[in-house]
């Protein structure tokens, strides 16, 4: 869950403010050199691992090397190599969100969303606790402030594969699989997938900057006449 929950903010997080230029760099300081706009393009993609984001993560995802620690040596390298490609996963599914968010923003349908995403987190802000305080406060309209808390130890099975079989859980079931020794299926099956996914999510990130960076800059126009 706590995973999950933290993998959600890279795909949440750029919605909540998105940007112009999600970018490390700024995409108009490459777009009048003499260059194919592809190369920029890859070149500029690497500078998006750098960040604070990205170290937070990977202190998160060190979780699943105290996961499979008891399976051994094999376990733990099974672990590591989940632990980044899941991070890889993360990073570049938050900056293809940030990118079509920007994107989103300069159409009316974009704004339309935004406008709506704002009144929601507004509308929660203000009255969202109030669910969670009747739940954990039953009582409170007659004075009593007897907190009810669940009992539950973990979560339940079905809840568990659910989040497990999501791309942020792959990590975490390729670990778990080489902990318990199932094979190399089970384990390098997700690594896989990881990758795939990330490569992808790369490629779609370049393929807007690339469009980003053949898009000339917009003039200032007035509206009015000046007359002399």
Avoid: N
Avoid at 24 to 45: F, N, Q
Avoid at 203 to 212: D, N
Wanted: glycine fraction near 10%; charged fraction near 10%.
């Amino acid at each position: 869950m706590a995973l999950t929950v933290w993998g959600g903010m890279w795909l949440f997080g750029p919605l909540a403010r998105p940007r112009h230029d999600p970018s490390v760099i700024s995409r108009e300081w490459l777009r009048g050199y003499p260059l194919r706009p592809w190369r920029p393009a890859r070149a500029l993609s690497w500078t998006e691992l750098l960040g604070v984001g990205p170290l937070i993560t990977l202190a998160c995802l060190s979780s699943l090397v105290v996961l499979a620690a008891p399976g051994g040596t094999a376990a733990v390298a099974a672990a590591v190599a989940a632990m980044a490609a899941q991070l890889y996963l993360l990073i570049w599914a938050g900056k293809t969100v940030a990118a079509l968010a920007a994107w989103l923003l300069q159409t009316r349908a974009g704004m339309t969303l935004a406008a709506v995403q704002t009144a929601i987190m507004l509308a929660l802000s203000f009255a969202g606790w109030v669910p969670v305080a009747a739940w954990l406060l039953p009582h409170l309209g007659e004075g009593d402030l007897a907190l009810v808390t669940s009992t539950a130890g973990r979560l339940p099975e079905p809840m568990i594969d659910m989040l497990a079989a999501s791309p942020i859980g792959w990590g975490y079931g390729a670990a778990l699989a080489a902990r318990d020794g199932t094979g190399a299926g089970p384990v390098l099956l997700p690594l896989a997938a990881l990758l795939a996914s990330g490569a992808l999510l790369q490629l779609c990130w370049i393929a807007l900057t690339v469009r980003a960076l053949r898009r000339p800059p917009r003039r200032a126009s007035p509206r009015r006449l000046c007359r002399a």
